[in-house]
């Protein structure tokens, strides 16, 4: 089975900076889409940003030159690096892996069959 676990989160002040990472076992990355969404009681699940599996990447517009989005295909590690983090950006972050022939767009949440733990970013 495909797990995804996750580490990074923490409380920081606005303007710092983050590193989440996403160990993923039983996948192929060359047929996996994976994504960082987010979640708060007043937003829902929000997509943060995709990793699709051509290499091709998309960020929501509120994070946009703050955040970056990579795969480590060696470690089989999903990274978010997040500098000048912004009280807005508090949330439980979770990373995601789906089929590139799943179901939907991959900038949409049904398309990703398998998701982390969560960890928490919190932002004052």
Known sequence: DVQLVESGGGSVQAGGSLRLSCTASGLN???TDMAW???TPGN???MVSVF???GGTRY???VKGRFTISLDNAKNV???QMHNLQVQDTAMYYCAAGSRAG???SLSAPHYAAWGQGTQVTVS
Do not use: W
């Open 52 to 54: 699709d599996s051509d």
């Open 37 to 39: 969404y987010r979640q």
């Open 78 to 80: 999903l990274i978010l």
């Open 103 to 105: 179901l939907g767009s």
């Open 60 to 62: 929501v517009d509120s």
């Open 29 to 31: 990355f060359d047929e």
């Open 44 to 46: 829902g699940c929000e």
